[in-house]
């Protein structure tokens, strides 16, 4: 979930200032793209070098960069940048700044210009942290929106023992983790995607295949992860890289393959997504060496492929949702209608090569969806765009 997410964070003047560092490198192990925010106390702690070269980002302490020349570094858009401000550790002084609207330096200004959500790690020595002050403060700050990731208990800096110790980093992760899974507004549905093509053998090298490339159905595949969704991808023989955070990736070749690999699956998932595109037909006898140019015959005898698609729509229950592609080379939408009754599908979207940019190989399409009932006709935009409007009209089904 942390996958892509930009976080900010905001590093403050605590002895915990190491423990930062590896909070940066696990998000970012994560996925996340991270920038940093120091305070000054902050930079007496860990050098702002480390977090830049962790980061590949400059690291935000001030106002001004080269204050002869009048340039200004802008907290506002950093605010505006971020999905999450995580400010950890947090220190006593910022707590009692980020609650009294406080701005007295560069990070106090990131926190009141950011319309994202903010988290913070307090670390502070036990009696600083179980003051009325900076309860009320954190108590406040709660009432605010703002989630808190609680200090735990144990040997502080001091040399004292209490609450008070920043979470360790994997733990600040996890709950960054969490923030986004529990936003997620299709957390915990299971997504079924067949993507790329298929290879359908004559001998042990030559293949009858077609062109389409698997960026749609991985687009796809990547929508709905964002969207907290468990995706399973079945991805046939194409060169895009399927994207990370895929509940499975399972690679096939055939459709014959492909078609056991869905029926393992489609009694598990809520939704099919049926974006590969699987050969019709495939050779009746394939050589399992390689023929050569003397021995191949004048003619290949062709045999059915399971129809996966249809198998899905068969085996379709009462909470299953299944949605089908259909590539036309016309306008398409009689066909793409008596697709989606004759393979009991709940939704199916139309590309026609009628349309520049559309179908296969290329990195936009043009698509309608038809529901049963209404067609809508998007524009033509990038796939990834199309995949977010096609998670929106599988959302409506
Ligand atoms: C060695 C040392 C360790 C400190 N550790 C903490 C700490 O863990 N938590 C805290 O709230 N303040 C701590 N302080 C005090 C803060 O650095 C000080 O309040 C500072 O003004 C915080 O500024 P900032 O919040 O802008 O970074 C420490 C100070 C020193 C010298």
New binding site residues.
Partial sequence: MVHGRKILLGV?????AFKAVFLARELIRRGAEVRVVM????T??VGPLTFATLTGHRVYSDFTEDADQGTWTNHVDLGLWADLFVVA?A????LS?FSTGRCT?F?HAVFLSSRCEVMVAP???LD?FSHAATQANLHLLRERGISVVEPVSGPL?SGLEGK?RMEEPGAIADAVEGYFESRAPLRGLRVLITAGPTHEPIDAVRFIGNRSSGKMGVALAQAFIDQGAQVSLLLGPATVAPPVGCEEVVRFETAAELAAAVAERWGQMDVGIAAAAVADVRPAAPATNKLHRADLPPAIVLEPTPDVLAYMGQHKAGHQKLIGFALETDEGRASAASKLERKNLDGIVLNTLLDDGAGFQTDTNKVSTFDGRDWHTFELKSKAEVARDLVNFIQHL
């Fill in positions: 403050t003047g605590s002895i915990a305070t000054a106390a902050a007496e702690f550790p220190t006593a002084e910022t700044a330096n990070l670390a502070m020595d600083m800096a008070g």
